[in-house]
């Protein structure tokens, strides 16, 4: 069995490197005949000013700090930061000059990656970007254009977009670009914004945004902090959107085959099917009326249709409570048969029945499971470990197996893609944030698509003679007792953050290992088995870890095993978050006590760790 050993690049960056060796930046040729004029050169802790004597205008080399900005921007799989001043405390670090160099190493990524493919010289290579309607996406994808149009890449301008659409756009006759980026921060604040990328084989895995920060970091280091305004390359504009519609609407109409309808599947029944969606303000409006509208069915009651990057009414995010409360009261108020909830980017949804039940985290799971099992007897469903013992027991009622694996979309769609290749059917992975994906739909995650599921599954049930509604799928499914997530911040700088918070997440297994913390042990789960940060496979290729993790399960004499406490560090923000969950009344209590006396203090961790929340709660 092999454990995965890989660390952060950017942790181990700043621990073994105590000095700057600032010509391996430029290579060993002498500074000035690399730069290519004559130079004084002054070394300070951080920059390399350099006072240019010749006709270029190379002002400054900034080394260290520079290059660290642009690696912080990666998150996970992602590319994220603040885009415009407004956040207390914090200062704009995703500027055009950062996004203009992270997305030319991504173009140059892209063509490398295809030429080692080919074996020849590529030439044409297309990639096209989305964005959502943040403020500053404009702005942003000037830079991105400048950056591809520097790699030497065809662009194309999709305008407001999706996050599948823009994966879809490598696929889908005509369009099939080589590469794509999405512009988003999914439902972060308006402040913020970020780059996802896509090629034909998905989106890129940790590893390879980490291999594109490192190039771009370099290049931002080395070359003024503006942003290219000439473009040898332009832009065209597509309309993909329109293309995708049709896609999904074409889906559905195949898989419902109506006997009476079959272009307009949602009419039909004694009322038109009523279906309200709240798109929070983001990209998700184009499910109304280019999909659902033209299948027939009534959308009146919809809310948020319109984009707005400023998202006046609530955050778009499907586990955010006023977005399901909205459509909940818009669900009951117009007796609609469902409600949809989509994040900014619609790579996640959300859904609420026809009795007004909002379905979203482990009921989600646990509808989309039964759908998929109905169709894939036997199919393992992958999630993430912070799902309830009852979502397991569900899974298994109907003849599925259940798999939980590391928090993270990217990892949970990941471990599904690697069963699948080790001959494990796996047609499900799903994260109790929304993220999810099917291997139907090229594991890629996509709100619009699970929606489309859940569409033609109960138009199904309405053609069977049944008017029960989604939500009685999972009548079955018992909820945990208590469950509660807590957030302990890091206190140190951002740089040594990430190295802090796997320094105290490894103590905790030590702790628990060692049987300190008395009636907690290490879960495990079927053929994985919690080991260097996550649950790890036990092939040979253990998957690289991005953020070190544990799950505990804990008994007492009272109850036997009444819960678990998951214990993650966050891959967007500079804290860690404490997952509890329980069967019996007051146990998230009773566990988050012993954590903090019998481990945070106990340990020491809290002289580096602002345990506010863990004190306020217990």
């Given amino acids: 069995m092999a454990a995965s050993t890989s660390s952060n690049f950017s942790a181990s960056f700043h621990r073994n490197t105590k000095k700057t060796n600032y010509h391996s930046l430029l290579g060993n040729i002498p500074l000035h005949t690399k730069l290519g004029f004559s130079s004084s050169v002054?070394?300070?802790k951080s920059v390399i000013s350099v006072k240019s004597y010749g006709t270029s205008k190379y002002d400054e080399v900034v080394v260290d700090e520079e290059l660290d900005k642009i690696r912080r921007l990666q998150n996970g799989s992602d590319v994220r930061g603040i885009a415009l001043e407004g956040e207390k405390g914090r200062t704009v670090d995703l500027t055009p000059p950062a996004v203009e160099a992270i997305s030319e190493s991504?173009?140059?990524w892209v063509v490398n990656g295809l030429e080692k493919q080919k074996g020849y010289p590529v030439e044409n290579v297309s990639v096209s970007l989305g964005r959502d309607?943040?403020?500053?996406?404009?702005?942003?994808?000037?830079?991105?254009f400048a950056g591809l149009a520097r790699a030497g890449c065809m662009i194309f301008d999709m305008g407001l977009a999706t996050t599948p659409a823009c994966f879809m756009s490598t696929l889908l006759p005509p369009f099939v670009y080589d590469a794509s980026i999405m512009m988003t921060a999914s439902h972060l604040p308006y402040t913020r914004n970020g780059l996802k990328f896509f090629t034909k084989r998905g989106g890129l895995t940790s590893l390879e945004v980490e291999e594109v920060c490192d190039i771009a970091a370099r290049k931002y280091a080395n070359r003024m902090a503006k942003v290219s305004t000439l473009l040898k390359v332009l832009p065209t504009r597509v309309d993909f959107m329109s293309a995708y519609s049709k896609h999904l609407r074409e889906i559905i109409k195949e898989r419902i085959s109506h006997p009476l309808h079959y272009e307009t599947p949602l009419e039909g029944f004694q009322n038109l099917l009523q279906i309200i969606v709240n798109a929070g303000n983001g990209s998700?409006?184009?499910f109304t009326w280019d999909v659902l509208d033209?299948?027939?069915a009534d959308t009146f009651g919809s809310l948020h249709l319109n984009p707005d990057g400023m998202f006046p009414n609530h955050i778009p995010n499907p586990e955010d409570k006023i977005a399901m409360a909205m459509t909940r009261a818009a669900v009951l108020e117009n007796s609609a048969d469902l409600g949809i909830v989509f994040d900014t980017d619609v790579?996640?949804?959300?859904?609420?029945?026809?009795?007004?039940?909002?379905?979203?985290?482990?009921?989600?799971?646990?509808?989309?499971?039964?759908?998929?099992l109905k169709e894939n007897p036997g199919s393992t469903i992958v999630t993430d470990a912070r799902t309830s013992m009852s979502l397991t027991k569900f899974i298994t009622d109907r003849g599925g197996h259940h798999c939980l694996y590391r928090v993270g979309y990217r990892n949970v769609i990941d471990k599904g893609v690697q069963l699948n290749k080790d001959g494990i059917e796996t047609h499900l992975m799903m994260e109790t944030s929304g993220h999810g994906a099917l291997k139907e739909n090229h594991f890629l995650d996509d709100g619009a698509y699970m929606v489309v599921k859940i569409i033609i599954e109960m138009v199904r049930m309405k053609l069977g003679g049944s008017d029960e509604g989604i939500g009685s799928l999972i009548k079955d499914l018992e909820e945990p007792y208590e469950s509660v997530e807590l957030r302990i911040n890091i206190v140190s700088e951002p740089r040594y953050a990430k190295a802090k918070g796997s320094e105290a997440i490894e103590t905790f297994r030590n702790y628990i290992e060692e049987g300190k913390l008395k009636g907690w042990e290490l879960d495990s789960c079927g053929d994985c088995w919690v080991s260097e940060g996550c649950l790890v496979d036990t092939n040979d290729t253990p998957t690289h870890i991005d953020a070190q993790m544990y799950?505990?399960?804990?008994?007492?004499?009272e109850h036997g095993q009444h819960g678990w406490?998951?214990?993650?560090?966050?891959?967007?923000?500079?804290?860690?978050?404490v997952n509890l969950q329980s069967s019996v009344q007051g146990g998230c209590l009773s566990m988050a006590r012993d954590f903090r006396d019998d481990f945070l203090k106990a340990s020491g961790v809290d002289a580096f760790l602002d345990i506010a929340q863990i004190d306020k709660f217990v």
Avoid: C, W, Y
Wanted: hydrophobic letters at 40%.
């Fill in 284 to 286: 998700g409006g184009f």
């Fill in 106 to 108: 991504f173009g140059e």
């Fill in 133 to 144: 309607p943040r403020i500053t996406g404009s702005k942003l994808s000037v830079a991105v």
């Fill in 565 to 577: 406490v998951h214990v993650r560090q966050s891959i967007h923000n500079p804290n860690i978050a």
């Fill in 42 to 44: 002054k070394f300070t």
């Fill in 294 to 296: 033209k299948l027939g």
């Fill in 347 to 372: 790579d996640r949804s959300g859904v609420v029945d026809n009795k007004g039940n909002s379905i979203n985290g482990d009921k989600l799971i646990a509808l989309m499971s039964a759908i998929v």
């Fill in 551 to 557: 799950r505990a399960k804990v008994s007492n004499d």
